[in-house]
């Protein structure tokens, strides 16, 4: 069954450094999305991404965080500059377009650790 | 923004009972989507419901996407030991806007069995 890859696994980083968190998606998915999952919290919706750019973004994506495809294939998140407070996992999705099957897969997620 | 309300919050049951939780919004949802989530792994989808009314099953698990588009309930029947988990609701308003919309998830309905 395809899959959603994401590495790192785990991440951790000092305080103010910037990291890139990385996803391959499943290979005929157009619509990509980055959600984050605070140790014991919901998943939360970050940002949606369409056509090689954002589609949706929610209050959490400031200017500290971006998203692009870099090659075509990986699918990637940078925060700039850490803070301890995004401490959590992060989860690469992508989905199929709307006519095909709904295919709303997540990948296993990057555990950051900001220290 | 949009909110879910999901419950129960946890459940402690005996192997072999049958389980119900449900998720209620305060605005209309297109779609309603089930997850589960065991520790260190992604949400991995159970069942999508696209239509209001529709009662859809997979295996032992049933869920209804309400009348209302507001609410949706998830059964899981004779309970077993690799049910453990959280289970998330979410819900997702696509291409509402044109583009791709992030989902909504509820807090999780924690589900530990007793053998």
């Known amino acids: 069954e395809p899959e959603v890859t994401q590495t790192p696994s785990h991440q951790v980083t000092q305080m103010g450094q910037e990291v890139i968190l990385r996803c391959v998606p499943i290979?005929?998915?157009?619509?990509f999305y980055w959600y984050r999952q605070i140790l014991g919290q919901k998943v939360e919706f970050l940002v949606s991404?369409?056509?090689?750019?954002?589609?949706?973004k929610s209050e959490i994506f400031d200017d500290q965080f971006s998203v692009e495809r870099p090659d075509g294939s990986n699918f990637t998140l940078k925060i700039r500059s850490t803070k301890l407070e995004d401490s959590a996992m992060y989860f690469c999705a992508t989905q199929d377009p709307p006519q095909g099957d709904y295919g709303y897969t997540f990948g296993s997620g990057t555990r950051l650790t900001v220290v | 923004g949009q909110q879910l309300n999901q419950s129960p919050q946890s459940m402690f049951i005996q192997e072999g009972e049958d389980v119900s939780m449900n998720c209620t919004s305060s605005s209309i949802f297109n779609t309603w989507l089930w997850y589960k989530q065991e520790p260190g792994e992604g949400p991995v989808l159970l069942i999508a419901?696209?239509?209001?009314?529709e009662l859809t099953s997979n295996g032992r698990l049933t869920a209804q996407f309400g009348i209302t588009r507001k609410d949706s309930f998830l059964n899981i029947s004779a309970s077993i030991p690799s049910d453990v988990g959280i289970y998330f609701c979410?819900?997702?308003?696509?291409f509402g806007g044109g583009g791709a919309d992030g989902l909504t998830f509820g807090k999780g309905t924690h589900l530990i069995i007793q053998p």
């Open positions: 290979s005929n998915h157009l619509y």
């Open positions: 979410a819900g997702q308003d696509p």
């Open positions: 419901l696209y239509k209001a009314g």
């Open positions: 991404f369409y056509n090689n750019e954002i589609s949706e």
